[in-house]
Protein backbone atom coordinates (compact mmCIF):
# COMPACT_ATOMS: atom_id res chain seq x y z
CA UNK A 1 0.00 0.00 0.00
CA UNK A 2 2.76 2.12 0.73
CA UNK A 3 4.68 1.54 -1.87
CA UNK A 4 2.30 2.85 -4.40
CA UNK A 5 0.64 5.75 -2.47
CA UNK A 6 4.71 6.67 -3.05
CA UNK A 7 4.80 5.80 -6.79
CA UNK A 8 0.97 7.96 -7.24
CA UNK A 9 2.78 10.77 -5.37
CA UNK A 10 6.24 10.45 -7.74
CA UNK A 11 3.72 10.42 -10.77
CA UNK A 12 2.33 13.55 -9.27
CA UNK A 13 5.32 15.53 -9.03
CA UNK A 14 6.27 13.78 -12.31
CA UNK A 15 3.73 15.92 -14.00
CA UNK A 16 4.53 18.81 -12.20
CA UNK A 17 8.29 18.63 -13.16
CA UNK A 18 6.86 18.40 -16.94
CA UNK A 19 5.09 21.61 -16.08
CA UNK A 20 8.16 23.36 -14.54
CA UNK A 21 10.65 22.37 -17.49
CA UNK A 22 7.75 23.69 -19.91
CA UNK A 23 7.62 26.89 -18.01
CA UNK A 24 11.35 26.61 -18.08
CA UNK A 25 11.38 26.60 -21.69
CA UNK A 26 8.96 29.03 -22.02
CA UNK A 27 10.74 32.04 -19.87
CA UNK A 28 13.29 31.72 -22.30
CA UNK A 29 11.03 32.51 -25.34
CA UNK A 30 9.28 35.03 -23.01
CA UNK A 31 12.94 36.50 -21.89
CA UNK A 32 13.64 37.07 -25.70
CA UNK A 33 10.55 38.52 -26.82
CA UNK A 34 11.03 41.07 -23.84
CA UNK A 35 14.99 42.10 -25.12
CA UNK A 36 13.52 42.66 -28.68
CA UNK A 37 10.44 44.65 -27.24
CA UNK A 38 13.11 47.10 -25.44
CA UNK A 39 15.21 48.06 -28.77
CA UNK A 40 11.59 48.32 -30.95
CA UNK A 41 8.62 49.67 -29.73
CA UNK A 42 5.13 47.48 -30.08
CA UNK A 43 1.62 48.33 -30.29
CA UNK A 44 1.72 51.02 -32.89
CA UNK A 45 -1.02 51.36 -35.46
CA UNK A 46 1.41 49.80 -38.25
CA UNK A 47 1.62 46.97 -35.99
CA UNK A 48 -1.94 45.96 -36.24
CA UNK A 49 -1.59 44.59 -39.95
CA UNK A 50 1.43 42.46 -40.34
CA UNK A 51 3.40 43.29 -43.41
CA UNK A 52 6.14 42.59 -45.80
CA UNK A 53 8.22 44.99 -44.33
CA UNK A 54 8.29 44.31 -40.67
CA UNK A 55 11.80 44.52 -39.22
CA UNK A 56 14.02 41.06 -38.30
CA UNK A 57 13.12 41.94 -34.92
CA UNK A 58 9.42 42.25 -35.36
CA UNK A 59 9.37 39.09 -37.24
CA UNK A 60 11.13 37.15 -34.59
CA UNK A 61 8.88 38.82 -31.81
CA UNK A 62 6.02 37.35 -34.02
CA UNK A 63 7.18 33.76 -34.47
CA UNK A 64 7.94 33.54 -30.51
CA UNK A 65 4.50 34.67 -29.46
CA UNK A 66 3.51 32.07 -32.50
CA UNK A 67 5.13 29.30 -30.30
CA UNK A 68 4.04 30.90 -27.10
CA UNK A 69 0.07 30.60 -27.87
CA UNK A 70 0.10 26.70 -28.04
CA UNK A 71 1.24 27.04 -24.06
CA UNK A 72 -1.67 28.73 -23.08
CA UNK A 73 -3.36 25.52 -23.65
CA UNK A 74 -3.82 22.80 -20.82
CA UNK A 75 -1.98 19.53 -21.86
CA UNK A 76 -4.31 16.83 -23.04
CA UNK A 77 -8.01 19.18 -23.15
CA UNK A 78 -8.47 17.83 -26.83
CA UNK A 79 -8.28 19.93 -29.92
CA UNK A 80 -8.45 23.50 -29.89
CA UNK A 81 -10.27 25.47 -31.99
CA UNK A 82 -9.77 29.12 -34.00
CA UNK A 83 -11.51 30.42 -31.54
CA UNK A 84 -9.60 28.90 -28.92
CA UNK A 85 -6.23 29.74 -30.44
CA UNK A 86 -7.25 33.35 -30.77
CA UNK A 87 -8.18 33.69 -26.98
CA UNK A 88 -5.14 32.03 -25.95
CA UNK A 89 -3.11 34.34 -28.22
CA UNK A 90 -4.28 37.13 -26.33
CA UNK A 91 -2.39 35.62 -23.03
CA UNK A 92 0.91 36.06 -24.54
CA UNK A 93 2.92 39.11 -25.78
CA UNK A 94 2.93 40.21 -29.43
CA UNK A 95 3.80 42.67 -31.86
CA UNK A 96 0.26 44.47 -31.47
CA UNK A 97 0.36 45.28 -28.13
CA UNK A 98 1.74 48.29 -26.10
CA UNK A 99 5.56 47.50 -24.58
CA UNK A 100 4.16 48.09 -21.13
CA UNK A 101 1.12 45.70 -21.89
CA UNK A 102 3.71 43.01 -23.28
CA UNK A 103 5.98 43.79 -19.68
CA UNK A 104 2.79 42.61 -17.80
CA UNK A 105 2.10 39.81 -19.35
CA UNK A 106 6.02 38.59 -19.12
CA UNK A 107 6.04 39.78 -15.35
CA UNK A 108 2.61 37.49 -14.88
CA UNK A 109 4.27 34.37 -16.70
CA UNK A 110 7.65 34.86 -14.57
CA UNK A 111 5.55 35.40 -11.19
CA UNK A 112 3.93 31.51 -12.18
CA UNK A 113 6.59 29.98 -13.07
CA UNK A 114 8.04 31.22 -9.99
CA UNK A 115 4.92 29.96 -8.03
CA UNK A 116 4.98 26.31 -9.99
CA UNK A 117 8.82 25.68 -9.14
CA UNK A 118 8.47 26.81 -5.26
CA UNK A 119 5.30 24.27 -5.30
CA UNK A 120 7.59 21.66 -6.77
CA UNK A 121 10.54 22.18 -4.39
CA UNK A 122 7.93 21.66 -1.41
CA UNK A 123 6.21 18.81 -2.60
CA UNK A 124 9.41 16.98 -3.57
CA UNK A 125 10.64 18.03 0.03
CA UNK A 126 7.43 17.10 2.16
CA UNK A 127 7.54 13.69 0.27
CA UNK A 128 11.24 13.27 0.87
CA UNK A 129 10.53 13.95 4.93
CA UNK A 130 7.32 12.16 5.25
CA UNK A 131 6.94 9.81 2.27
CA UNK A 132 3.85 11.23 1.29
CA UNK A 133 2.57 14.35 -0.59
CA UNK A 134 1.05 17.20 1.29
CA UNK A 135 -2.38 18.67 0.90
CA UNK A 136 -3.07 20.87 -1.49
CA UNK A 137 -3.88 23.20 2.00
CA UNK A 138 -0.38 22.32 3.69
CA UNK A 139 1.15 23.12 0.15
CA UNK A 140 -0.05 26.81 0.35
CA UNK A 141 0.93 27.34 3.87
CA UNK A 142 4.14 26.02 3.11
CA UNK A 143 4.82 28.37 0.50
CA UNK A 144 4.45 31.00 2.17
CA UNK A 145 6.84 30.64 5.02
CA UNK A 146 10.19 31.76 3.83
CA UNK A 147 12.91 30.07 4.22
CA UNK A 148 15.18 31.80 6.51
CA UNK A 149 11.95 31.13 8.81
CA UNK A 150 12.03 27.11 8.11
CA UNK A 151 15.86 27.67 8.72
CA UNK A 152 15.30 29.41 12.14
CA UNK A 153 12.44 26.32 13.77
CA UNK A 154 14.96 23.59 12.78
CA UNK A 155 17.91 25.26 14.76
CA UNK A 156 15.40 26.62 17.55
CA UNK A 157 12.52 23.87 18.30
CA UNK A 158 11.52 26.43 21.00
CA UNK A 159 9.98 28.97 18.39
CA UNK A 160 7.00 26.42 17.84
CA UNK A 161 4.27 28.74 19.42
CA UNK A 162 5.77 31.99 17.14
CA UNK A 163 5.79 30.19 14.07
CA UNK A 164 2.47 28.42 14.68
CA UNK A 165 0.78 32.24 15.93
CA UNK A 166 2.43 33.62 12.26
CA UNK A 167 2.18 31.21 9.82
CA UNK A 168 -0.78 29.12 11.10
CA UNK A 169 -1.84 26.73 13.57
CA UNK A 170 0.26 23.60 12.77
CA UNK A 171 2.85 25.33 10.48
CA UNK A 172 5.45 24.26 12.72
CA UNK A 173 4.77 20.56 12.37
CA UNK A 174 4.92 20.63 8.32
Request: glycine letters at 8%; a positive charge; aromatic letters at 4%.
Amino acid sequence: MQKRVYDQAQKQLDDLRTAVSRGRNMLQLVNRFGELNRQVGTGGALDMIPTPTMSSAKQEMESISARLTPSQREPGSGASSDMDIKMFSRGVPSVQKRGDVNQKIREQIVATQQECEKRLKVMESFLQDRGYLPSEQQTSQLMRIPEKSKAALISNPQLRGQFDAKYGRGASSL
